[in-house]
């Protein structure tokens, strides 16, 4: 019985070593060469300091700054482990909400938040991003239209002309890539540190 046994155990041992440790190593050290900035996270800097992912969302709740995407991401419960509450844009906790359109809690909430952006700008249609999640709870960028619409808020709160804040909006727009797949978008956090650095001039 041993002669059959120790042919699984070398197979094992060895493929483990392959691509347990060896596969990963080998990844990790070509990934960092070839693409060192993705690599580390695809952090973003402001003074040397780090302030964020481009690739993870951050809640903005200031009316001087441009809102992601709401997030589904939860956390256990400080006060009760067997009970989640929510974490905006949990790395550890990646994942939707997990609702259907005929969950009457994500109705509400999404009644809620559509009530709350009509009055905000009541000129203008709701972009759909503003009140949706992504599917990991993490996404870091908006459209176009769902930073347009907020910039009467941004302006006002900033004390700058909406057609400054727009022309932001414009350059921090990224196209398709190769002008094919995707669709135009916004990083939510280039776009305010691009408004702080425009206000603070």
Not at 27 to 54: H, W, Y
Not at 113 to 141: F, H, I, R, Y
Request: charged share 20%.
């Amino acid at each position: 019985m041993l002669k059959e046994i120790r042919p699984a155990i070398v197979v094992l041992a060895v493929l483990t070593l392959i691509t347990g440790l060896a596969y990963p190593l080998a990844m990790t050290a070509i990934a960092g060469v070839i693409f060192p900035r993705q690599a580390q996270g695809s952090l973003i800097e402001k003074d040397g300091k780090v302030v964020g992912s481009a690739l993870i969302g951050q809640e903005f709740k200031d009316d001087k700054y441009f809102h992601g995407r709401p997030s589904a991401t939860t956390a256990p419960d400080p006060a009760d482990a067997s009970k989640t509450v929510a974490a905006p844009y949990n790395a550890g906790n990646s994942g939707g909400s997990n609702l259907g359109p005929t969950s009457k809690a994500l109705n509400d909430r999404v009644k809620q938040d559509v009530d709350k952006l009509k009055a905000e700008n009541p000129s203008a249609p709701v972009p759909v991003d503003l009140v949706t999640t992504s599917g990991s709870g993490l996404d870091p960028d908006i459209s176009p239209e769902a930073a347009l619409f907020q910039v009467p808020r941004v302006a006002r709160a900033r004390m700058m002309s909406e057609d400054r804040v727009r022309e932001l909006v414009t350059e921090n727009t990224a196209g398709r890539l190769g002008g094919l797949l995707g669709e135009p978008h916004l990083n939510v956090l280039a776009l305010n540190l691009a408004l702080d650095a425009a206000a603070s001039r």
